[in-house]
């Protein structure tokens, strides 16, 4: 029997991705509205993934400067959290 030693490979390494972050910012929204009326809807879907398409878009930002993408998916993002902090305030309060 032969072993073979192969490298890892790091998906995550070197490239900045802010079309992934667009994308997971635009997913971010039906996440947090239509999912809404399930048990801890926004939370657990549109939460998720806003967050991890601020992280991916910074990280661009970082790695690239100025990107269009990535400044879309912190503001879809952004305003998507926002808007499930303001309906969870105004469920608590009426």
Known sequence: METT????IDVAAGHPRPGLALV????SIP??????????????????????AIVLAIHALRRLGRSRMAVAAIA???LTIGQMAIWTIVGLFS
Request: net charge neutral.
């Open 24 to 27: 997971l910012a635009l997913l």
């Open 76 to 78: 879809i993002s952004v």
């Open 5 to 8: 030693n192969r490298t890892a």
């Open 31 to 52: 996440g947090s509205t239509i999912a809404w009326e399930l048990p801890w809807g926004g939370f657990w879907i549109g939460l998720p993934l806003g967050l991890a």
